[in-house]
């Protein structure tokens, strides 16, 4: 695997890839690599040529100083990983590398309400600094295929319509959420979790399942009081929990059982947030 830290050298080595017609697969992340985010790299390596990962803690999509502070940092065994799992190129750029100039950061890509709703809502300017730091990525890699997880619904939401306005050459795939046995998502942030709150943190994935199973029974409010109830008696009161438009994530509140709905959930269990999603029909 060859490491870049400067824009120019990764952008030189691409640029021989590319215009021997291959094709360049891109999986960005934030590191604390686990096997959700290999998922994507192995999906990479089934499609293209050339597997591109980058890692990149971004600063201006934390709204929460504390949760940056916090983001864990595991730069070897990162890229340990990334190396037995057959990535050919890691980027891991320094903030001067991604942000050289302050107006950069200042580009206004106008994502619209979905920037605004459910994490938009929690998380105020996160899908700006998400949507800027993606541009500035793929302007450097520019890949045919860029890998995202469904782990991050909204995120995916938001950056498909932006990469297919602004990157028309490059495909995103997503890829599905890979789960722990217990069906806990994968996220670099439950490494924060204790063993107390790692033997509750499943009942998240069994209320969003539980609303998938029901989903023809009972009603909307029905399916999410009944949700609510479950998290509530294992101490959990969720930032949101709704069931809503597949593609433009509005809150559904009756379903006409014909269009494309998910179940969304962000919820905090002690000093860490979680989020994690199903697709209902
Ligand atoms: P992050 O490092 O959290 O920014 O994630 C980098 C990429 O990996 C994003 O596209 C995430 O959606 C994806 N990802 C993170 N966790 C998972 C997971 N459990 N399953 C699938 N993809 C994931």
């Known amino acids: 695997m060859i490491i870049f830290k400067t824009k120019t050298g990764l952008e030189s080595h691409v640029s021989v890839v590319r215009n021997a017609s291959k094709k360049i697969g891109f999986v960005p992340t934030m590191?604390?690599?686990?096997?959700?985010?290999?998922?994507?790299?192995?999906e990479s390596k089934q499609r293209c040529d050339l597997s591109v990962a980058s890692i990149y803690v971004n600063p201006t999509q934390f709204n929460n100083k504390e949760d940056l502070i916090k983001y864990p940092v595991t730069t070897e065994a990162d890229i340990d990983l990334l190396e037995k799992n057959g990535c050919d190129v890691l980027y891991l750029p320094s903030n001067d590398e991604i942000y050289p100039q302050k107006n950069e950061s200042e580009i206004d890509h106008h994502i619209g309400r979905i920037e605004h709703i459910l994490e938009g809502e929690f998380r105020p300017g996160h899908y700006k600094g998400v949507v800027e730091v993606v541009n500035i990525l793929l302007s450097t890699v520019l890949p045919q295929v860029l890998f995202l997880?469904?782990?991050?619904?909204?995120?995916?939401?938001?950056?498909?319509?932006?990469?297919?306005?602004?990157?028309?050459?490059?495909?995103?795939?997503?890829?599905?959420?890979?789960?722990?046995?217990?069906?806990?998502?994968?996220?670099?942030r439950n490494k924060r979790l204790s063993p107390a709150e790692l033997e509750i943190a499943p009942i998240i994935f069994e209320c969003l399942n539980t609303i998938k199973e029901n989903l023809r029974k009972k009603s909307i409010e029905e399916l999410i009081n009944q949700a609510r109830e479950r998290l509530a008696l294992n101490g959990l009161q969720p930032e949101y929990l709704v069931i809503a438009d597949a593609e433009n994530l509005e809150t559904v509140t009756a379903w006409d059982k014909k269009s494309k709905i998910v179940a969304l959930i962000a919820v905090h269990l002690g000093a860490v947030r979680l989020i994690d999603n199903v697709e209902l029909n």
């Not at 590191?31 to 192995?42: D, N, R, S, V």
């Not at 619904?153 to 959420?177: G, H, I, R, W």
């Open 31 to 42: 590191g604390a690599l686990h096997q959700g985010h290999i998922q994507l790299l192995l």
């Open 149 to 188: 997880g469904a782990k991050d619904y909204q995120q995916c939401a938001v950056l498909t319509p932006f990469v297919a306005k602004y990157f028309p050459d490059t495909e995103v795939v997503k890829v599905p959420t890979v789960r722990a046995v217990s069906g806990l998502a994968l996220s670099s």
